[in-house]
Protein backbone atom coordinates (compact mmCIF):
# COMPACT_ATOMS: atom_id res chain seq x y z
CA UNK A 1 0.00 0.00 0.00
CA UNK A 2 1.02 3.92 -0.48
CA UNK A 3 2.66 5.68 2.73
CA UNK A 4 1.21 8.80 2.09
CA UNK A 5 -0.35 11.09 4.85
CA UNK A 6 -2.62 13.54 3.27
CA UNK A 7 -1.70 17.19 4.57
CA UNK A 8 -1.95 21.02 3.61
CA UNK A 9 -3.58 23.02 6.21
CA UNK A 10 -1.77 26.12 5.49
CA UNK A 11 -0.30 28.71 3.46
CA UNK A 12 3.07 28.50 4.92
CA UNK A 13 5.18 25.41 2.80
CA UNK A 14 6.91 27.51 0.00
CA UNK A 15 8.38 30.91 1.89
CA UNK A 16 10.90 31.51 -1.07
CA UNK A 17 8.51 33.96 -2.49
CA UNK A 18 8.56 36.13 0.49
CA UNK A 19 11.94 35.85 1.35
CA UNK A 20 13.20 39.48 0.14
CA UNK A 21 9.85 40.60 0.30
CA UNK A 22 9.85 41.67 3.98
CA UNK A 23 12.99 44.01 3.69
CA UNK A 24 14.96 46.21 5.43
CA UNK A 25 13.51 49.59 5.26
CA UNK A 26 15.38 52.33 2.79
CA UNK A 27 18.29 50.19 1.84
CA UNK A 28 19.11 50.44 -1.85
CA UNK A 29 20.25 46.95 -2.34
CA UNK A 30 19.09 43.52 -3.03
CA UNK A 31 17.16 43.22 0.16
CA UNK A 32 15.36 46.64 -0.56
CA UNK A 33 11.53 46.69 -0.75
CA UNK A 34 11.22 49.92 -2.75
CA UNK A 35 13.24 48.42 -6.20
CA UNK A 36 13.45 45.91 -7.90
CA UNK A 37 16.28 43.40 -8.21
CA UNK A 38 19.36 44.96 -9.76
CA UNK A 39 20.40 41.93 -12.12
CA UNK A 40 19.34 38.58 -12.77
CA UNK A 41 20.60 35.38 -10.45
CA UNK A 42 19.74 32.08 -11.05
CA UNK A 43 19.87 29.36 -8.32
CA UNK A 44 19.92 25.55 -7.66
CA UNK A 45 19.65 23.34 -4.98
CA UNK A 46 20.25 19.44 -4.74
CA UNK A 47 19.12 18.07 -1.30
CA UNK A 48 19.05 14.42 0.31
CA UNK A 49 16.53 13.95 2.66
CA UNK A 50 16.95 10.61 4.93
CA UNK A 51 14.90 9.78 7.78
CA UNK A 52 16.06 6.87 9.99
CA UNK A 53 14.90 3.62 10.32
CA UNK A 54 12.32 3.21 13.07
CA UNK A 55 14.03 1.53 16.45
CA UNK A 56 13.05 -2.30 16.39
CA UNK A 57 11.70 -2.08 19.98
CA UNK A 58 8.83 0.25 18.52
CA UNK A 59 8.15 -1.37 15.68
CA UNK A 60 5.38 -3.69 15.85
CA UNK A 61 4.45 -4.80 12.23
CA UNK A 62 5.63 -3.14 8.25
CA UNK A 63 8.66 -1.93 7.00
CA UNK A 64 11.03 -0.25 9.38
CA UNK A 65 12.79 1.91 6.80
CA UNK A 66 11.05 5.02 6.49
CA UNK A 67 10.77 8.15 4.21
CA UNK A 68 13.73 9.30 1.41
CA UNK A 69 13.08 12.51 -0.36
CA UNK A 70 15.56 14.01 -3.02
CA UNK A 71 15.08 16.97 -4.18
CA UNK A 72 15.96 19.58 -6.97
CA UNK A 73 15.00 23.30 -6.52
CA UNK A 74 15.94 26.11 -9.58
CA UNK A 75 15.17 29.61 -8.94
CA UNK A 76 15.33 32.22 -11.35
CA UNK A 77 15.12 36.13 -10.41
CA UNK A 78 15.30 38.77 -12.73
CA UNK A 79 14.24 42.82 -12.99
CA UNK A 80 11.42 42.98 -15.65
CA UNK A 81 11.48 46.39 -17.39
CA UNK A 82 12.37 49.29 -14.92
CA UNK A 83 9.88 49.40 -12.08
CA UNK A 84 9.13 45.02 -11.90
CA UNK A 85 10.96 42.30 -10.87
CA UNK A 86 10.51 38.18 -11.54
CA UNK A 87 10.78 35.19 -9.70
CA UNK A 88 10.48 31.51 -10.34
CA UNK A 89 10.87 28.93 -8.22
CA UNK A 90 10.74 24.98 -9.05
CA UNK A 91 10.85 21.95 -7.20
CA UNK A 92 11.12 18.40 -8.01
CA UNK A 93 11.19 15.65 -5.39
CA UNK A 94 10.97 11.91 -5.96
CA UNK A 95 9.61 10.24 -2.14
CA UNK A 96 9.97 6.71 -1.50
CA UNK A 97 9.71 4.70 1.98
CA UNK A 98 6.89 3.95 4.83
CA UNK A 99 5.69 5.75 7.19
CA UNK A 100 3.43 5.44 10.49
CA UNK A 101 -0.16 3.93 9.62
CA UNK A 102 -1.26 3.28 13.19
CA UNK A 103 -0.40 2.78 17.08
CA UNK A 104 -1.31 -0.58 18.97
CA UNK A 105 -0.99 -0.61 23.00
CA UNK A 106 1.97 -2.44 24.20
CA UNK A 107 2.10 -6.22 25.13
CA UNK A 108 2.18 -6.68 29.22
CA UNK A 109 1.98 -2.91 29.99
CA UNK A 110 4.92 -2.06 27.77
CA UNK A 111 4.93 1.08 25.37
CA UNK A 112 2.72 1.28 22.75
CA UNK A 113 4.03 -0.19 19.42
CA UNK A 114 4.07 1.34 15.89
CA UNK A 115 2.66 0.13 13.13
CA UNK A 116 4.08 1.16 9.74
CA UNK A 117 2.91 0.64 6.15
CA UNK A 118 4.56 -1.22 3.76
CA UNK A 119 7.41 0.36 1.94
CA UNK A 120 5.76 2.89 -1.31
CA UNK A 121 6.89 2.58 -4.62
CA UNK A 122 8.24 6.25 -5.67
CA UNK A 123 6.71 8.99 -6.20
CA UNK A 124 7.11 12.21 -7.38
CA UNK A 125 6.18 15.98 -6.60
CA UNK A 126 6.28 18.75 -8.89
CA UNK A 127 5.72 22.46 -7.78
CA UNK A 128 6.11 25.23 -9.66
CA UNK A 129 6.04 29.53 -7.59
CA UNK A 130 6.09 32.60 -9.72
CA UNK A 131 5.23 36.06 -8.10
CA UNK A 132 5.66 39.21 -10.09
CA UNK A 133 6.59 42.83 -7.97
CA UNK A 134 6.10 46.03 -8.80
CA UNK A 135 7.80 49.27 -7.32
CA UNK A 136 5.06 51.82 -7.91
CA UNK A 137 8.04 54.42 -6.12
CA UNK A 138 9.96 54.26 -3.52
CA UNK A 139 7.95 53.73 -0.82
CA UNK A 140 5.38 51.59 -2.03
CA UNK A 141 5.36 47.91 -3.79
CA UNK A 142 3.33 44.93 -4.44
CA UNK A 143 3.61 41.64 -5.55
CA UNK A 144 1.26 38.95 -7.19
CA UNK A 145 2.14 35.54 -6.59
CA UNK A 146 0.35 32.22 -8.12
CA UNK A 147 1.32 28.72 -7.72
CA UNK A 148 0.87 25.02 -8.71
CA UNK A 149 1.87 21.52 -7.67
CA UNK A 150 1.11 18.43 -7.92
CA UNK A 151 1.88 14.82 -6.71
CA UNK A 152 -0.21 11.45 -8.03
CA UNK A 153 -2.54 11.92 -4.80
CA UNK A 154 -2.96 16.02 -4.39
CA UNK A 155 -2.84 18.97 -6.23
CA UNK A 156 -2.99 22.78 -4.63
CA UNK A 157 -3.27 25.93 -7.15
CA UNK A 158 -2.37 29.00 -4.86
CA UNK A 159 -2.20 32.44 -5.05
CA UNK A 160 -1.45 35.64 -2.85
CA UNK A 161 -0.53 39.33 -2.75
CA UNK A 162 1.64 41.28 -1.01
CA UNK A 163 2.19 45.05 -0.08
CA UNK A 164 4.94 47.19 1.25
CA UNK A 165 5.49 50.58 2.12
CA UNK A 166 8.22 51.91 4.21
CA UNK A 167 8.55 54.73 6.30
CA UNK A 168 11.91 55.84 5.57
CA UNK A 169 11.76 58.90 8.91
CA UNK A 170 10.39 55.97 10.88
CA UNK A 171 12.90 53.54 9.34
CA UNK A 172 9.77 51.12 9.29
CA UNK A 173 8.50 49.04 6.69
CA UNK A 174 4.85 47.44 7.30
CA UNK A 175 3.79 44.92 4.64
CA UNK A 176 0.78 42.51 4.85
CA UNK A 177 -0.64 40.48 2.52
CA UNK A 178 -3.73 37.84 1.85
CA UNK A 179 -2.77 34.27 0.19
CA UNK A 180 -5.54 31.43 -0.77
CA UNK A 181 -4.91 27.98 -1.60
CA UNK A 182 -7.38 25.82 -3.11
CA UNK A 183 -6.22 21.67 -2.59
CA UNK A 184 -7.95 18.52 -4.37
CA UNK A 185 -6.64 15.35 -2.70
CA UNK A 186 -7.17 11.99 -4.67
CA UNK A 187 -5.77 9.15 -2.54
CA UNK A 188 -4.52 6.15 -3.89
CA UNK A 189 -6.01 2.50 -3.37
CA UNK A 190 -9.55 4.49 -2.87
CA UNK A 191 -10.81 0.60 -3.11
CA UNK A 192 -9.53 0.22 1.00
CA UNK A 193 -12.51 0.18 3.40
CA UNK A 194 -13.29 3.67 4.45
CA UNK A 195 -10.99 5.69 2.45
CA UNK A 196 -12.20 8.41 1.26
CA UNK A 197 -12.35 8.69 -2.83
CA UNK A 198 -11.44 12.00 -2.91
CA UNK A 199 -12.17 15.27 -1.30
CA UNK A 200 -11.13 19.21 -0.79
CA UNK A 201 -9.45 21.77 1.14
CA UNK A 202 -9.14 25.68 1.09
CA UNK A 203 -6.46 27.57 3.45
CA UNK A 204 -6.98 31.22 3.65
CA UNK A 205 -3.92 33.28 4.89
CA UNK A 206 -3.67 36.93 5.86
CA UNK A 207 -0.53 38.52 7.71
CA UNK A 208 1.15 41.75 8.68
CA UNK A 209 4.42 42.79 9.82
CA UNK A 210 6.72 45.62 10.49
CA UNK A 211 9.83 45.65 10.27
CA UNK A 212 12.20 47.94 11.79
CA UNK A 213 15.86 49.30 11.85
CA UNK A 214 17.23 50.20 15.21
CA UNK A 215 20.19 51.48 14.13
CA UNK A 216 23.11 50.43 11.50
CA UNK A 217 23.50 46.78 12.33
CA UNK A 218 20.01 45.80 13.75
CA UNK A 219 16.77 45.00 12.10
CA UNK A 220 14.08 43.45 13.92
CA UNK A 221 10.26 42.24 12.41
CA UNK A 222 7.22 41.09 14.05
CA UNK A 223 4.83 39.53 12.30
CA UNK A 224 0.93 37.93 12.93
CA UNK A 225 -0.47 35.88 10.77
CA UNK A 226 -3.96 34.28 10.46
CA UNK A 227 -5.08 31.07 8.72
CA UNK A 228 -7.85 29.21 8.08
CA UNK A 229 -8.50 25.79 6.99
CA UNK A 230 -11.71 24.69 5.80
CA UNK A 231 -12.55 21.17 3.92
CA UNK A 232 -11.24 17.47 4.39
CA UNK A 233 -8.01 17.99 6.74
CA UNK A 234 -8.00 14.43 8.19
CA UNK A 235 -5.10 11.76 7.26
CA UNK A 236 -6.44 9.14 4.38
CA UNK A 237 -3.74 7.22 4.99
CA UNK A 238 -3.65 7.12 8.69
CA UNK A 239 -5.57 4.88 11.20
CA UNK A 240 -6.59 4.99 14.75
CA UNK A 241 -7.04 1.65 17.01
CA UNK A 242 -9.68 1.41 18.81
CA UNK A 243 -9.39 -1.27 21.86
CA UNK A 244 -13.30 -1.85 22.34
CA UNK A 245 -13.35 -3.06 18.58
CA UNK A 246 -9.50 -4.53 18.63
CA UNK A 247 -9.56 -2.95 15.18
CA UNK A 248 -8.75 -0.14 13.48
CA UNK A 249 -10.85 2.95 12.41
CA UNK A 250 -10.12 5.95 9.95
CA UNK A 251 -7.80 8.76 10.96
CA UNK A 252 -10.74 11.77 11.62
CA UNK A 253 -10.21 15.34 11.99
CA UNK A 254 -12.36 18.58 12.30
CA UNK A 255 -13.04 20.24 9.14
CA UNK A 256 -12.06 23.84 10.19
CA UNK A 257 -8.57 24.81 11.56
CA UNK A 258 -8.01 28.07 12.52
CA UNK A 259 -4.31 29.12 13.35
CA UNK A 260 -2.50 32.26 14.89
CA UNK A 261 1.30 32.73 14.33
CA UNK A 262 3.05 35.78 15.93
CA UNK A 263 6.48 36.17 14.76
CA UNK A 264 9.77 38.15 16.14
CA UNK A 265 12.87 37.87 14.07
CA UNK A 266 16.62 40.02 14.75
CA UNK A 267 19.17 40.46 12.24
CA UNK A 268 22.71 42.04 13.93
CA UNK A 269 25.65 42.27 12.64
CA UNK A 270 28.92 42.54 14.72
CA UNK A 271 31.75 44.20 12.54
CA UNK A 272 34.66 43.26 14.42
CA UNK A 273 33.96 39.18 14.51
CA UNK A 274 32.64 40.14 10.70
CA UNK A 275 29.37 37.65 12.00
CA UNK A 276 25.85 38.32 11.67
CA UNK A 277 23.50 37.06 14.72
CA UNK A 278 19.96 35.49 13.77
CA UNK A 279 17.42 35.30 16.33
CA UNK A 280 14.01 34.02 14.80
CA UNK A 281 10.89 33.14 17.25
CA UNK A 282 7.31 31.68 16.23
CA UNK A 283 4.41 31.46 18.44
CA UNK A 284 1.46 29.40 17.02
CA UNK A 285 -1.72 28.42 18.35
CA UNK A 286 -5.03 26.78 16.89
CA UNK A 287 -8.33 25.89 17.66
CA UNK A 288 -6.97 21.77 17.82
CA UNK A 289 -5.44 23.08 20.85
CA UNK A 290 -1.83 22.63 19.42
CA UNK A 291 0.27 25.86 20.53
CA UNK A 292 3.74 25.58 19.84
CA UNK A 293 7.02 27.72 19.87
CA UNK A 294 10.20 27.81 17.73
CA UNK A 295 13.30 29.29 18.32
CA UNK A 296 15.85 29.46 15.54
CA UNK A 297 19.65 31.09 16.21
CA UNK A 298 22.14 31.32 13.67
CA UNK A 299 25.56 32.54 13.45
CA UNK A 300 27.05 33.92 10.01
CA UNK A 301 30.75 33.71 9.99
CA UNK A 302 32.42 35.40 7.84
CA UNK A 303 36.15 33.65 7.01
CA UNK A 304 38.73 35.44 4.70
CA UNK A 305 37.67 37.02 2.22
CA UNK A 306 35.78 34.54 0.49
CA UNK A 307 34.28 31.31 2.54
CA UNK A 308 31.29 31.70 5.41
CA UNK A 309 30.15 28.87 7.79
CA UNK A 310 27.12 28.98 9.74
CA UNK A 311 25.96 26.76 12.75
CA UNK A 312 22.65 27.01 13.76
CA UNK A 313 20.17 25.57 16.17
CA UNK A 314 16.54 25.43 15.89
CA UNK A 315 14.32 24.00 18.85
CA UNK A 316 10.28 23.65 18.23
CA UNK A 317 7.50 21.86 20.52
CA UNK A 318 4.57 21.67 20.44
CA UNK A 319 1.41 20.41 22.82
CA UNK A 320 -0.89 18.16 21.58
CA UNK A 321 -4.26 18.15 19.49
CA UNK A 322 -7.19 17.57 21.71
CA UNK A 323 -8.36 14.51 19.37
CA UNK A 324 -5.13 13.13 19.45
CA UNK A 325 -4.26 9.44 21.81
CA UNK A 326 -1.62 7.06 20.53
CA UNK A 327 -5.09 4.52 20.98
CA UNK A 328 -7.99 4.68 21.76
CA UNK A 329 -10.19 2.89 23.97
CA UNK A 330 -13.61 3.64 23.24
CA UNK A 331 -14.62 6.54 20.27
CA UNK A 332 -14.57 9.80 21.25
CA UNK A 333 -17.96 12.12 21.96
CA UNK A 334 -17.44 14.18 18.85
CA UNK A 335 -16.27 11.16 16.61
CA UNK A 336 -12.66 12.51 16.27
CA UNK A 337 -9.48 10.67 16.86
CA UNK A 338 -5.69 10.54 15.07
CA UNK A 339 -2.75 8.85 16.48
CA UNK A 340 -0.73 11.23 13.93
CA UNK A 341 2.91 12.08 15.16
CA UNK A 342 2.53 15.05 14.30
CA UNK A 343 -0.60 15.97 16.51
CA UNK A 344 1.41 14.65 18.87
CA UNK A 345 2.87 16.20 21.86
CA UNK A 346 6.69 16.27 21.59
CA UNK A 347 9.90 18.99 20.96
CA UNK A 348 12.65 18.40 18.23
CA UNK A 349 15.97 19.93 18.63
CA UNK A 350 17.59 20.39 14.96
CA UNK A 351 21.18 21.25 14.24
CA UNK A 352 22.65 22.91 10.90
CA UNK A 353 26.27 23.37 9.20
CA UNK A 354 26.46 25.72 5.89
CA UNK A 355 29.67 26.41 3.99
CA UNK A 356 29.86 28.65 1.90
CA UNK A 357 32.84 29.79 -1.09
CA UNK A 358 32.62 32.22 -2.99
CA UNK A 359 33.37 33.30 -6.26
CA UNK A 360 32.68 36.22 -7.36
CA UNK A 361 29.63 36.04 -9.35
CA UNK A 362 29.68 32.26 -8.46
CA UNK A 363 28.85 31.06 -5.69
CA UNK A 364 28.44 27.09 -4.04
CA UNK A 365 27.47 25.88 -0.54
CA UNK A 366 26.90 22.79 1.58
CA UNK A 367 24.46 22.05 4.45
CA UNK A 368 23.73 19.20 6.77
CA UNK A 369 20.92 19.25 8.83
CA UNK A 370 20.17 16.85 11.57
CA UNK A 371 16.94 16.54 13.22
CA UNK A 372 15.52 14.63 16.01
CA UNK A 373 12.31 14.64 18.05
CA UNK A 374 11.54 13.02 21.27
CA UNK A 375 8.61 13.80 23.81
CA UNK A 376 11.07 14.27 26.67
CA UNK A 377 11.67 17.95 24.17
CA UNK A 378 8.08 18.81 24.83
CA UNK A 379 7.21 21.87 26.62
CA UNK A 380 4.72 20.09 28.94
CA UNK A 381 5.39 16.57 30.72
CA UNK A 382 4.11 13.33 28.22
CA UNK A 383 3.16 10.25 29.56
CA UNK A 384 3.93 8.26 26.48
CA UNK A 385 5.52 9.12 23.70
CA UNK A 386 4.23 8.48 20.52
CA UNK A 387 6.46 5.61 18.61
CA UNK A 388 6.28 7.59 15.43
CA UNK A 389 8.30 10.44 16.30
CA UNK A 390 10.81 11.36 13.50
CA UNK A 391 14.91 11.76 13.03
CA UNK A 392 16.38 13.10 10.08
CA UNK A 393 19.51 14.36 8.07
CA UNK A 394 19.41 16.63 4.97
CA UNK A 395 22.74 17.26 2.88
CA UNK A 396 22.57 19.60 0.59
CA UNK A 397 24.63 20.98 -2.14
CA UNK A 398 23.65 24.74 -3.85
CA UNK A 399 24.70 26.78 -6.32
CA UNK A 400 24.31 30.12 -7.32
CA UNK A 401 25.52 32.59 -10.63
CA UNK A 402 24.80 35.82 -11.20
CA UNK A 403 23.66 36.64 -14.57
CA UNK B 1 45.29 85.95 3.39
CA UNK B 2 42.39 85.01 1.68
CA UNK B 3 43.77 81.80 0.77
CA UNK B 4 44.40 80.93 4.50
CA UNK B 5 40.42 81.70 4.79
CA UNK B 6 39.29 79.51 2.68
CA UNK B 7 40.08 76.09 4.75
CA UNK B 8 37.87 77.78 7.51
CA UNK B 9 35.13 79.30 4.81
CA UNK B 10 35.06 75.79 2.86
CA UNK B 11 34.57 74.00 6.81
CA UNK B 12 31.62 76.53 7.54
CA UNK B 13 30.09 75.99 4.62
CA UNK B 14 30.79 72.19 4.93
CA UNK B 15 28.64 72.44 8.25
CA UNK B 16 25.97 75.20 7.03
CA UNK B 17 25.28 72.46 4.07
CA UNK B 18 25.46 69.31 5.69
CA UNK B 19 21.86 69.65 6.50
CA UNK B 20 20.43 70.60 3.13
CA UNK B 21 20.48 68.36 -0.36
CA UNK B 22 21.84 70.06 -3.11
CA UNK B 23 19.17 70.77 -5.08
CA UNK B 24 19.00 70.98 -9.41
CA UNK B 25 20.18 74.44 -10.51
CA UNK B 26 22.99 75.15 -7.36
CA UNK B 27 26.09 74.90 -8.07
CA UNK B 28 28.04 71.92 -7.25
CA UNK B 29 30.38 72.46 -4.23
CA UNK B 30 34.21 71.74 -4.83
CA UNK B 31 35.85 69.10 -2.76
CA UNK B 32 39.35 67.65 -2.89
CA UNK B 33 39.32 64.07 -1.72
CA UNK B 34 41.52 61.08 -2.05
CA UNK B 35 41.53 58.63 -4.95
CA UNK B 36 40.99 55.09 -3.82
CA UNK B 37 43.31 53.22 -5.70
CA UNK B 38 46.15 55.66 -6.45
CA UNK B 39 48.14 58.16 -3.84
CA UNK B 40 47.42 61.89 -5.65
CA UNK B 41 43.71 63.60 -4.03
CA UNK B 42 41.19 64.19 -7.07
CA UNK B 43 39.40 67.50 -6.88
CA UNK B 44 36.11 68.23 -8.43
CA UNK B 45 37.72 71.66 -10.15
CA UNK B 46 40.07 70.16 -11.75
CA UNK B 47 37.07 68.90 -14.14
CA UNK B 48 36.12 72.27 -14.69
CA UNK B 49 34.83 72.82 -18.26
CA UNK B 50 34.02 69.20 -18.45
CA UNK B 51 30.44 67.63 -17.88
CA UNK B 52 31.00 65.50 -15.18
CA UNK B 53 29.12 62.44 -13.30
CA UNK B 54 29.68 62.84 -9.64
CA UNK B 55 28.30 59.25 -8.79
CA UNK B 56 28.27 58.30 -5.01
CA UNK B 57 27.83 54.53 -4.53
CA UNK B 58 29.16 51.19 -2.04
CA UNK B 59 30.09 47.45 -3.08
CA UNK B 60 26.86 46.65 -1.01
CA UNK B 61 24.71 48.79 -2.98
CA UNK B 62 22.59 46.11 -5.53
CA UNK B 63 22.00 48.66 -8.10
CA UNK B 64 25.35 49.56 -7.97
CA UNK B 65 26.10 46.46 -9.60
CA UNK B 66 24.69 47.26 -13.03
CA UNK B 67 25.98 51.19 -12.69
CA UNK B 68 29.53 51.11 -12.69
CA UNK B 69 29.63 49.18 -15.89
CA UNK B 70 27.51 51.02 -17.93
CA UNK B 71 29.20 54.04 -16.47
CA UNK B 72 31.97 52.59 -17.29
CA UNK B 73 30.73 52.61 -20.83
CA UNK B 74 29.71 56.09 -21.30
CA UNK B 75 32.92 57.27 -19.66
CA UNK B 76 34.76 55.55 -22.79
CA UNK B 77 32.02 57.08 -25.35
CA UNK B 78 32.79 60.40 -24.20
CA UNK B 79 35.56 60.88 -22.57
CA UNK B 80 37.41 62.63 -25.21
CA UNK B 81 34.59 65.00 -25.55
CA UNK B 82 34.87 66.69 -22.64
CA UNK B 83 32.80 63.72 -19.72
CA UNK B 84 34.16 62.34 -16.70
CA UNK B 85 32.51 60.21 -14.05
CA UNK B 86 34.15 60.85 -10.96
CA UNK B 87 33.06 58.12 -8.17
CA UNK B 88 33.18 58.96 -5.04
CA UNK B 89 33.07 55.20 -2.50
CA UNK B 90 31.43 55.23 0.60
CA UNK B 91 32.01 51.76 2.02
CA UNK B 92 33.25 51.28 5.48
CA UNK B 93 35.96 49.04 4.43
CA UNK B 94 37.47 49.59 1.78
CA UNK B 95 38.93 45.99 1.02
CA UNK B 96 34.86 45.94 0.78
CA UNK B 97 35.18 48.51 -2.23
CA UNK B 98 38.42 47.07 -3.61
CA UNK B 99 37.17 43.56 -4.05
CA UNK B 100 34.09 44.77 -5.80
CA UNK B 101 36.46 46.60 -8.45
CA UNK B 102 38.32 43.28 -8.83
CA UNK B 103 35.29 41.56 -10.37
CA UNK B 104 33.88 45.04 -12.11
CA UNK B 105 36.87 47.09 -13.02
CA UNK B 106 36.51 50.89 -13.83
CA UNK B 107 38.79 53.27 -15.98
CA UNK B 108 37.31 56.49 -14.34
CA UNK B 109 38.76 58.49 -11.68
CA UNK B 110 37.45 56.60 -7.98
CA UNK B 111 37.70 58.61 -4.76
CA UNK B 112 37.42 57.08 -1.70
CA UNK B 113 36.14 59.29 1.64
CA UNK B 114 36.66 57.24 4.60
CA UNK B 115 35.09 59.91 6.59
CA UNK B 116 32.12 59.89 4.31
CA UNK B 117 32.23 64.05 4.12
CA UNK B 118 31.29 64.10 0.55
CA UNK B 119 27.90 62.36 0.84
CA UNK B 120 27.39 64.67 3.66
CA UNK B 121 28.12 67.90 2.13
CA UNK B 122 25.79 66.76 -1.49
CA UNK B 123 23.21 65.29 1.03
CA UNK B 124 23.18 61.99 -0.52
CA UNK B 125 19.56 60.60 0.33
CA UNK B 126 20.01 56.93 -1.06
CA UNK B 127 22.96 54.49 -2.51
CA UNK B 128 23.19 54.89 -5.56
CA UNK B 129 22.57 58.77 -6.13
CA UNK B 130 24.79 60.66 -8.56
CA UNK B 131 24.83 64.64 -9.76
CA UNK B 132 25.36 65.07 -13.10
CA UNK B 133 27.15 68.47 -13.34
CA UNK B 134 27.44 70.77 -16.07
CA UNK B 135 30.44 72.75 -18.21
CA UNK B 136 29.96 75.63 -16.15
CA UNK B 137 29.11 73.71 -12.66
CA UNK B 138 26.19 73.20 -12.25
CA UNK B 139 23.93 70.77 -10.90
CA UNK B 140 21.43 69.88 -14.18
CA UNK B 141 20.31 66.16 -12.80
CA UNK B 142 20.10 64.11 -9.77
CA UNK B 143 20.61 60.29 -10.16
CA UNK B 144 18.84 58.30 -7.23
CA UNK B 145 19.01 54.55 -8.02
CA UNK B 146 19.87 52.93 -11.00
CA UNK B 147 17.53 50.80 -13.08
CA UNK B 148 17.30 49.19 -16.64
CA UNK B 149 17.16 51.62 -19.39
CA UNK B 150 19.52 54.19 -17.42
CA UNK B 151 22.07 54.03 -19.32
CA UNK B 152 20.49 55.25 -22.55
CA UNK B 153 18.66 58.26 -20.76
CA UNK B 154 22.12 59.20 -19.61
CA UNK B 155 23.70 59.22 -22.79
CA UNK B 156 21.00 61.53 -23.88
CA UNK B 157 21.55 64.34 -21.05
CA UNK B 158 25.68 63.48 -21.21
CA UNK B 159 25.09 64.22 -24.91
CA UNK B 160 23.03 67.19 -24.54
CA UNK B 161 24.94 68.87 -22.01
CA UNK B 162 28.39 68.05 -23.98
CA UNK B 163 26.54 70.27 -26.55
CA UNK B 164 26.20 73.81 -24.57
CA UNK B 165 28.79 76.26 -24.94
CA UNK B 166 30.02 77.66 -21.92
CA UNK B 167 28.91 81.58 -21.30
CA UNK C 1 -8.21 34.91 19.78
CA UNK C 2 -7.95 36.43 23.24
CA UNK C 3 -4.41 36.65 22.41
CA UNK C 4 -4.20 39.01 19.61
CA UNK C 5 -4.45 41.86 21.94
CA UNK C 6 -1.14 41.34 23.56
CA UNK C 7 0.21 39.62 20.00
CA UNK C 8 -0.74 42.97 18.16
CA UNK C 9 1.40 44.79 20.99
CA UNK C 10 4.11 42.45 20.68
CA UNK C 11 3.84 43.63 17.28
CA UNK C 12 4.00 46.91 17.56
CA UNK C 13 6.91 47.70 20.17
CA UNK C 14 9.66 47.70 17.65
CA UNK C 15 7.78 50.82 16.20
CA UNK C 16 9.02 53.29 18.34
CA UNK C 17 10.68 56.49 16.94
CA UNK C 18 14.81 55.25 15.63
CA UNK C 19 16.03 58.09 14.15
CA UNK C 20 16.67 57.43 10.30
CA UNK C 21 20.29 56.48 9.36
CA UNK C 22 22.54 58.07 6.73
CA UNK C 23 22.10 56.72 2.98
CA UNK C 24 26.19 55.76 3.85
CA UNK C 25 25.59 54.10 6.84
CA UNK C 26 23.52 50.99 5.65
CA UNK C 27 26.53 48.71 4.83
CA UNK C 28 26.07 46.03 7.04
CA UNK C 29 22.05 46.22 7.02
CA UNK C 30 22.66 45.42 3.68
CA UNK C 31 24.83 42.49 3.90
CA UNK C 32 23.90 39.51 2.22
CA UNK C 33 23.77 37.48 5.57
CA UNK C 34 21.69 40.34 7.19
CA UNK C 35 18.72 39.42 5.16
CA UNK C 36 15.58 37.70 6.80
CA UNK C 37 16.56 34.52 4.92
CA UNK C 38 19.93 35.00 3.23
CA UNK C 39 19.36 31.60 1.49
CA UNK C 40 16.24 31.10 -0.16
CA UNK C 41 15.98 27.87 -1.55
CA UNK C 42 16.97 26.80 1.79
CA UNK C 43 14.54 28.15 3.86
CA UNK C 44 11.69 27.04 1.07
CA UNK C 45 13.03 23.53 1.73
CA UNK C 46 13.40 23.73 5.38
CA UNK C 47 9.64 24.90 5.80
CA UNK C 48 8.24 22.48 3.89
CA UNK C 49 10.12 19.63 5.63
CA UNK C 50 9.07 21.17 8.37
CA UNK C 51 5.60 22.04 7.68
CA UNK C 52 5.35 18.13 6.54
CA UNK C 53 6.84 16.70 9.91
CA UNK C 54 5.23 19.39 12.63
CA UNK C 55 1.61 20.54 13.52
CA UNK C 56 2.42 24.24 13.19
CA UNK C 57 3.42 26.18 10.25
CA UNK C 58 3.36 29.39 9.15
CA UNK C 59 4.69 32.66 8.73
CA UNK C 60 4.69 35.98 7.34
CA UNK C 61 4.28 35.35 3.65
CA UNK C 62 0.84 35.33 1.03
CA UNK C 63 2.97 32.38 -0.81
CA UNK C 64 2.31 28.65 -1.14
CA UNK C 65 -0.10 25.87 -1.06
CA UNK C 66 -0.57 22.34 0.93
CA UNK C 67 0.88 19.59 -0.17
CA UNK C 68 0.34 15.61 0.46
CA UNK C 69 3.22 15.57 2.18
CA UNK C 70 4.62 12.21 4.19
New interface residues.
Partial sequence: MK??????????????????????P???????AA?????AEL???A?A?READIEGSKLAAGSASR?E?D?H?L?FIS?L???SDLAV?L?YET?S?A?PWFIMPGTGGGKPVQVMSGASIEEE?K?I?T?IGHYFS?KVSAKV?L???T?N??Q???M???ASIEI?????TV?A???F???E?EPTDPGMPDRIDSAT?T?T?A????A??????T???????L?NNDGYLSDPYKKVWREDLSNTVADKRPNERQ???????L?H?V?SLRG?LHVDY?????D?D?S?H?VDLAW?Q?IG?NW?L?PSLRY?G?SQ?YFYGPFFYSARDDGYASSDY??SPYG?LSFRL?LERNW??FSA?F?W?S?R?AANLAPDDVSVENPGL?E?D?L?L?LNF?L | MVRGLAPVLLSVMLFLQSAQALQIGEKALDFSAPALLTPQPIQLADHSGQVVYLDFWASWCGPCRVSLPSLDALYHEFKTAGFSVLAVNVDADIRDAKRFLQTRPVNYPLIYDAEQRLPKLYGVKGMPTAYLIDRRGVIRHIHEGFRPGDEARLREMVRSLLAEQIQ | MKLLIPLLAVLLLPACATAPLDAWDRGYLARPEMAWDPDSLSASQRSHVYFSKEASSGGVSAGGGGCGCN
Fill in positions: SKNARGHSAGAFKALSAAALAIGIVSQVQAPVAEDYKSYYITQRPGRADSMGSRDQSQLGFSEDYAVNGVEPARELTGIGSDDIRSTFVAIQVLNNRAVQGGLTVQVIASARRYPARFFDDWVSTYNDQTYQARLARGENEEYAVFISGH
